[in-house]
């Protein structure tokens, strides 16, 4: 078994100087002091850390403190052109080595390594194992390897990678090379799994806490995509956010939409080809498109670390998946929003998804029922989520094995008070319910709302449903709301519903105590929420600026795109905030805002200095 950590030792002074000329950070957060013990001592870690908890720096800075070379596995190319891009800005030897690189590209990185010239090499598993790599890596004397993203190499995490599988071979190739496994990934299983199939020795395991406390979250019942969509953007005016579908043809919808309606916002998923990825992504990251809507199975790439919305239009297919992509929201700790738009039609879909990808995968069969088995786990849970009238914070943080402290957040659409209860929802149960008994539980969701809502459709005509007693019950709703009632009912399996291409709802033994007046139901009322500003949003902006935080931004921008990088690779804007607060006029109080470091102050120094005191910088 892992033991707890024992890196006791305090760190050299050469860490804290390393932190402050490189990153412009006063302290290391103290799991990030831990990993890096572990680092520099070379004993193996096991490292888990929510979304945005700073685990990159915990592999970046140990090679800067001896000058060696280090290796990082990463399973996504976009995230590693991110990361050495935002190396390059503080000026830090970095280099990646992936399938989407030229021959000379490639060449030249291997001269560099060769040279001794990088500290940190990025590296996609599928080249690390197939390639004369190990040699030269061998040949330059790599002493550490971090993988990122650990999980992958388990089929009981939520994203299984066969790749990942061959990164075994490291320990045996580097016997005394120490190895480091991050990961955002909490369950027990899988970090156990991790810990076995990369061989780690007596790992120091770290966990983070992976409640996010400037991140407000909120469930909505899901009655208008795109209605409800547009609304919440307009709480973001001008501010990035990630927008995320299920499928490609509905990113591309919504993204029309959006743009339609004057937003700034384009498609992204796997069906693109690189080239169009590639120039949403860097658009994204240039402040020149404000909305990104992403599919959720694609979403990894895209990365900014002022993301102020995260909106789900459908349904993650696990907690832990939506912990990863809220995760991208407020990675520079000031406050964010998440919100997921709820309807259980999406669960059905994901099981029939679950079941199929498993079916197609070259696994054995065994593994496929494990895999299938473990996919269903996690969809409930994410629905338990979803359903659950409680605070979102604390089901998270629980669900992550952390309790949480206290019982109101602040931050969430429960303890915000928010969530409102329709009135009389048993007895409009109980008309649904009627309805789905005397259409004779032979029809789907779609044609029982027609009914209940008097609609003169072909069906109802033909089957002359227009004679049934429950005809016309609910008429004062919309469809759109009376289908997400009946789905509110099938998550509290108060019905049921066949499975197949061509579901029909069913009653159960509970939708009869529901009938008999057995059981009370409660539903939540489907409206737009009326969000109300959190603490946390309020204090990130105490003190500061807006006017000079604008200006600062449009700088920014244009920094951005004459030097063809990301934004936030040039200031965050945490680093933008604390200037727009603290209007530093000199060199040395510039120096002393969180985020900028010598690098930065050499680069950007002037041109700061000038917008500040409002001269020609702009
Ligand atoms: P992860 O890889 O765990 O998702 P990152 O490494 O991207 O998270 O870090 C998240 C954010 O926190 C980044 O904006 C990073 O600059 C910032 N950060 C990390 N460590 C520190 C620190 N010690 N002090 C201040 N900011 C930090
Ligand atoms: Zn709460």
């Given at each position: 078994m892992p033991s707890p950590a024992d890196a006791t030792e305090p760190l050299p002074d050469v860490v804290a100087d390393v932190l402050s000329r490189w990153w412009g950070f006063d302290r290391l957060r103290p799991l990030q002091a831990e990993a890096i013990a572990a680092a520099l001592a070379g004993r193996d870690s096991l490292v888990v850390m929510p979304?945005?908890?700073?685990?990159s720096l915990c592999y970046q800075l140990p090679p800067l403190v001896g000058d060696t070379t280090d290796v990082v596995i990463s399973p996504l190319v976009a995230l590693m052109k991110d990361q050495v891009d935002a190396l390059e800005a503080i000026g830090y030897p970095a280099a990646a080595l992936h399938g989407g690189m030229s021959q000379e590209e490639r060449a030249g990185v291997r001269d560099r390594l060769a040279a001794g010239e990088v500290r940190l090499l990025f590296a996609a598993p599928e080249r690390l194992v197939n390639s004369g790599l190990l040699d030269l890596l061998a040949r330059v004397g790599v002493k550490r390897f971090a993988v990122d993203e650990?999980?992958?190499?388990?089929?009981?995490?939520?994203d299984f990678r066969p790749?990942?599988?061959?990164?075994?071979m490291i320990r045996e190739r580097f016997p005394s090379a120490s190895l480091h496994a991050f990961t955002a990934t909490a369950t027990p299983r899988v970090r156990d799994d991790i810990v076995r199939q990369l061989n780690l020795r007596d790992p120091v395991t770290l966990v983070g806490t992976f409640?996010?406390?400037?991140l407000v979250y909120r469930v909505v019942p899901r009655t208008d995509r795109i209605a409800q969509t547009l609304a919440i953007l307009g709480r973001h005016k001008g501010e990035a956010s990630i927008v995320y579908c299920i499928s490609r043809k509905e990113t591309e919808r919504l993204a029309e939409r959006l743009a339609a309606e004057g937003l700034l916002a384009k498609p992204y998923h796997a069906g693109l080809t690189a080239t169009e990825r590639h120039r949403t992504q860097e658009a994204f990251t240039r402040e020149t498109i404000d909305v990104v809507v992403a599919t959720v199975a694609f979403?990894?790439?895209?990365?900014?670390?002022?993301?102020r919305l995260v909106l789900h239009t459908s349904l993650p297919k696990s907690l832990e998946a939506y912990q990863q992509e809220t995760g991208?929201?407020?990675?520079?700790?000031?406050a964010a929003e998440c919100v997921l738009l709820y309807s259980s039609a999406d669960v059905f879909s994901w099981e029939s998804l679950v079941r199929k990808s498993a079916a197609e995968s070259e696994l054995d069969p065994e593994e496929q029922e494990e895999v299938i088995a473990s996919g269903l786990e996690h969809l409930h849970a994410m629905r338990r989520y979803a359903q659950a009238a409680r605070c979102r914070h604390a089901a998270l943080s629980e669900y992550f094995g952390q309790p949480y402290p206290?019982?109101?957040?602040?931050?969430c659409d429960v303890c915000l008070g928010e969530t409102g209860s329709l009135p009389d929802a048993t007895v409009t149960a109980q008309k649904i319910i009627s309805c789905v008994a005397r259409v004779q539980e032979r029809f789907g969701v779609r044609h029982v709302c027609e009914v209940l809502r008097g609609a003169k459709t072909d069906a109802i005509q033909r089957y002359r449903h227009?004679?049934?007693?429950?005809?016309?019950?609910?008429?004062?709703?919309d469809q759109r709301t009376a289908e997400n009632l009946v789905h509110q009912l099938l998550d509290q399996e108060l019905l049921a519903r066949t499975a197949g291409d061509r579901p029909v709802v069913v009653l159960n033994d509970r939708s009869w105590e529901v009938l008999r007046g057995a059981r009370e139901v409660v539903l939540l009322e489907p409206r737009a929420t009326k969000a109300k500003p959190s603490k946390a949003d309020a204090d990130d902006w105490q003190g500061v600026d807006r006017d000079l935080f604008e200006r600062l931004r449009r700088w920014r921008r244009r920094v951005a795109e004459s030097r063809g990088k990301p934004a936030w690779t040039i200031l965050d804007d945490k680093a933008l905030r604390a200037v727009a607060r603290e209007r530093p006029d000199s060199p040395a109080a510039l120096l002393r805002?969180?985020?900028?470091g010598e690098k930065r102050l050499a680069d950007f120094g002037g041109d700061i200095l000038d917008i500040v005191t409002g001269g020609r910088g702009e």
């Open positions: 979304t945005g908890g700073g685990k650990a999980h992958c190499i388990s089929h009981w995490g939520h790749e990942y599988r061959q990164l075994a409640d996010r406390p400037n979403g990894m790439g895209i990365d900014r670390s002022d993301v991208r929201a407020g990675r520079d700790s000031l206290g019982n109101a957040c602040g931050a227009d004679q049934l007693s429950t005809y016309g019950l609910l008429a004062a709703f805002c969180k985020g900028i």
